[in-house]
Nanobody, 121 residues
Framework: QVQLVESGGGLVQAGGSLRLSCAASGRTFSSAAMGWFRQAPGKEREFVAAITWSAGRTYYSDSVKGRFTISRDYVKNTVYLQMNSLKPEDTAVYYC??????????????WGQGTQVTVSS
């Protein structure tokens, strides 16, 4: 079993930065990968970024590529999402997820509670 706790969301002006954290406990290695998804009101959940747990290979959606960076601290069992050059379109609830299918842009087996990111113009 894997438990995920997210933090770091907040209000930021367009062009600003935020760093989200997802602290994991349990057998994180067995999940193979972790990633971030987001969902805005009235819209479907969409993939943001993913990283493999062991090798650290990264994947990004086209909408955030070049602006967001996903990373992980293997010792701390924590995954981060560094978000730079934020746009109002990035406003959403951000969720972290764990599971092998995350690298395919599909939600994993475990989910965090979500953290709100609001980007003002």
């Amino acid at each position: 079993q894997v438990q995920l706790v997210e933090s770091g969301g907040g209000l930021v002006q367009a062009g600003g930065s935020l760093r989200l954290s997802c602290a994991a406990s349990g057998r994180t290695f067995s999940s193979a990968a972790m990633g971030w998804f987001r969902q805005a009101p009235g819209k479907e959940r969409e993939f943001v970024a993913a990283i493999t747990w062991s090798a650290g290979r990264t994947y990004y959606s086209d909408s955030v590529k070049g602006r967001f960076t996903i990373s992980r601290d293997y010792v701390k069992n924590t995954v981060y999402l560094q978000m730079n050059s934020l746009k109002p379109e990035d406003t959403a609830v951000y969720y972290c997820s764990a599971g092998p299918r995350v690298v395919r842009g599909i939600g994993g087996d475990y989910w965090g509670q979500g953290t709100q990111v609001t980007v003002s113009s």
